[in-house]
Each structure stands twice: as structure tokens, then as C-alpha cells.
């Protein structure tokens, strides 16, 4: 699951770089909140959540892990094709995949959070062999 977020986060961080600098050359920052959403939520989250999951596989084998995975990589391109179609075109019909799109998002996290608290800090980290108590 670890090198899945990771290889994603890449993808993610690559879009962003290349809208920001998109964005900075032909000087329309209209998408700047969707260029921060992806650098955000794609790239900075995602590769925080690789890291967490190659070191601690206890959490990473897991359905939750899974279920926040699949959540989160569909709902995130579809919050931001919403944002995006919202600003360019000005209407408000986008809005309710926008609206979708961050709900699926936050389930995602959701599930994240709730595998943290119950396969993190658990006893042995497998990756390393060390001892965690939180």
C-alpha cells in the first residue's frame, strides 16, 4: 500500500508542478486553488501516507487501508475536475460533484485515521523491530 501512495504522490506532484508553472507562464492563476489542492492533497498527503504504511506494514495490510486508498483516488480527481469545471466555466453545476468528490475524500481519511489508531502503535514495528507506544 506504501508504494502505491508513493508512486500516486509522484503522478500528483508532477501535475502540480507542471500547473503551477502552466499557470506562472501564461499568467492565469484561475485554477490556483485546484494547483494547491493537488499539490496538497495529492502530493504532500499521499506521499505521508506511503511513508506511514512502508513503516508500519501492520496498518498497510489491512481492508481499511485499502478502503482509504480506492476512496481517496477517486474522490480527489473528481473534487478537483468539479473545482476546475466550477471556475472555468463560472457555474454553479458543478458543484455537486465538487461536493461528491471532497466527500469521498473525507471517508478516505477517515478510514485512514481510524487504521492509524488501530494498527499503529501496537507493539513491534515489523519494518524495523523496534517498540512504540503511543
Do not use: E
Not at 501564461?26 to 499539490?39: G, P, Q, T, Y
Amino acid at each position: 500500500m506504501g508504494k502505491a501512495f508513493l508512486k500516486v504522490a509522484s503522478i500528483y506532484f508532477t501535475i502540480g508542478v507542471l500547473a503551477g508553472i502552466t499557470m506562472g507562464i501564461i499568467h492565469d492563476f484561475r485554477l490556483a486553488s485546484v494547483h494547491a489542492h493537488i499539490n496538497l492533497l495529492g502530493w504532500v498527503s499521499m506521499a505521508i501516507f506511503g511513508l506511514i504504511y512502508h513503516f508500519y506494514p501492520q496498518a498497510a495490510n489491512t481492508k481499511l487501508a485499502k478502503t482509504h486508498f480506492w476512496f481517496y483516488n477517486i474522490g480527489l480527481p473528481v473534487m478537483m475536475i468539479g473545482i476546475a469545471t466550477q471556475v472555468l466555466t463560472g457555474s454553479m453545476a458543478a458543484l455537486p460533484v465538487a461536493v461528491i468528490g471532497s466527500i469521498v475524500v473525507v471517508v478516505g481519511v477517515i478510514c485512514f485515521t481510524i487504521n492509524l489508531f488501530k494498527h499503529v502503535g501496537k507493539g513491534t514495528n515489523v519494518q524495523s523491530g523496534n517498540k512504540f507506544t503511543v
